[in-house]
């Protein structure tokens, strides 16, 4: 594996590695030791989204937080790239770094990845946690509002990031969330690039796995905020009807990052659940 570290501010902070997976330079940064747990981020974001996780989790595992291409360090996907691309990408970076049977979790965005490397390479993952998380937009949501959607993201992708993310935040956080959460999830998100962005959502919004929920195979935990309004109750059933033996928590008075707002409740729900695995 050709990899380097990097002190760029685009990656993020200081020791993140970066390495060439086919066409694209991937950052990502690991640490701790133990069985690997692989960390997916959402949307508008990028690894520093788990910067609370990496510390506490890697006392009893490997944790490993990528930037998905077009977030943070990571070179822009070429166009079309579609959610099929973003997992083959991780597949490929799961093989280079010589990751055995990873634990994968992922929020949001990140979640419906999870469930996509499951299904394009079911031989990878250990487990799944799926935070927040959707059967793609088009598998979770009703059409109009995934126009609605990804028209938005459309129009803002073309403005200053500091004049939409404003708009946002109000929706990613419940009651619970902390100012400094809400400040350190503004300040990533005053960092997106266009091409990134657009990318990764025009692939979420045409994604629809709901008929690879049913071929999860893998011991799976659902997590979910009761005051979600991005990935709300109905999405949490959806998957729980259709993924076998798939265990659903729901945390009351926090929103969709839920990592951000009851990080104590989440580090121990993934550990229980992980330990059980």
Known sequence: MESSSTEDAEAGEPGTELVDVGDLTIAFCATGSGPPLLLLHGGFSDHRAWSRQVDELADEFTVIAWDAPGCGGSDDPPEGFGLEGYADCLAELVELLDLDRPHVLGLS??????????????????????????????????????????????????????????????TLFGPAATDEAIADTRSMMLDTRPAGMLEMLRAFAEADLRDALPRIDVPTLLLYGDADVRSPRHVAEGLYEQIPDADLVVIDGVGHCLHLEAPERFESEVRGFLARV
Do not use: Q, T
Not at 145 to 170: S, T
């Open 109 to 170: 965005f990140g979640g419906g990845l999870a469930i996509a490397l499951h299904a394009r390479h079911p031989e990878i993952p250990r487990s799944l946690v799926l935070a927040s998380a959707y059967a793609g937009w088009a598998g979770s949501l009703p059409a109009p509002e995934v126009v609605d959607r990804l028209e938005r993201a459309e129009r803002d992708a073309h403005r200053p990031p500091v004049e939409w993310v404003g708009d946002y935040l109000p």
